[in-house]
């Protein structure tokens, strides 16, 4: 729905306070205003403090909060979000954050691979033992991880971030089947998505391989039945799907927001 009113009701989830990662851009941001839209009150997080602030201003609604959050330090993080608490529990919770940059894994030191697991893995991890607690005795609770299709089929040229998505996918699945009743975990795999990251991705393979961005651009939307690139709306209103109260019966998927590009089944 890139051009249409979002489909979720103005008080989908009103008295319901959701946690957003990576909420300064990208979807992250679209997720941010599509919560905001649908009632929530939203705790808008990333490092870009300017950037939360003039999001959350902008925001319908009352009860929004900016709150600068850089993922890779985990103890800020714990003594941020046990603060946030304090207010009262976290119904959603979805973790967002930027990948690593592209290119073949074996390019790739032992060393490399430690800020974005921190940002991702480390940090989900972190938020969501804190969140839990809190969910269960609200009784309900979502946790939705933004991650790729390339937990599927692994994507050419950004190794690290390909094992890195693995990961998450794999813990997600783990506490899908671990979580009290009342409390769901899915993933959402964005496709070729028009943002900032797509953007950095295409500059990174411009750069190694001297292909033109157009024509990576041209290459991308040649695999996606659709013909053209995801909008981060699109994907915010598949985020809201999976944490809406009568979602609870999807636990542990993977859904693809991809225009139909991965193969699989």
Same mark, same amino acid.
């Given at each position: ?29 679209? @997720? ?45 993080? /714990? ?43 480390? @940090? ?28 599927? /089929? ?23 089947? /671990? ?24 500059? *990174? ?6 292909? *033109? ?8 939307? *040649?695999?996606?039945?659709? /013909? ?38």
């Amino acid at each position: 729905m890139t051009n249409q009113e979002s489909p979720f009701k103005k008080t989908a989830f009103k008295d319901m306070r959701a946690l957003i990662c990576g909420a300064s851009r990208g979807i992250g941001r679209a @997720a941010v205003k599509a919560f905001a839209d649908a009632g929530a009150n939203v705790i808008a997080c990333s490092r870009d403090e300017d950037a939360l602030n003039q999001l959350v201003d902008a925001l319908p609604g009352t009860g929004h909060q900016a709150v600068a959050m850089d993922l890779e330090k985990l103890e800020v993080v /714990e003594m941020l979000i046990t603060k946030i608490l304090e207010d009262g529990p976290i119904h959603i919770l979805v973790n967002n954050a930027a990948g690593p940059p592209g290119g073949p894994l074996l390019d790739n030191e032992i060393d490399d691979f430690e800020a974005p697991f921190k940002r991702h893995l480390h @940090a989900a991890h972190t938020i969501t033992r804190l969140l839990a607690p809190e969910m269960e005795q609200a009784g309900m609770g979502r946790i939705v991880n933004v991650i790729s299709t390339s937990v599927k /089929e692994p994507i050419p040229n950004i190794g690290l971030s390909n094992t890195l998505r693995g990961a998450m996918a794999a813990w997600s699945k783990t506490l899908s089947r /671990e979580l009290p009743p009342c409390i769901t975990i899915n993933n959402i795999l964005p496709g070729f998505t028009n943002t900032d990251r797509l953007e950095s991705l295409a500059d *990174s393979i411009h750069k190694k391989t001297g292909s *033109s961005i157009s024509d990576i651009h041209e290459g991308w939307i *040649s695999q996606v039945p659709i /013909e053209r690139l995801i909008q981060p709306e699109e994907t915010a209103d598949a985020i809201l799907f999976l944490c809406l109260p009568s979602s609870g019966g999807i636990r542990g998927v993977s859904l693809a927001v991809d225009g139909g590009r991965l193969r699989s089944i």
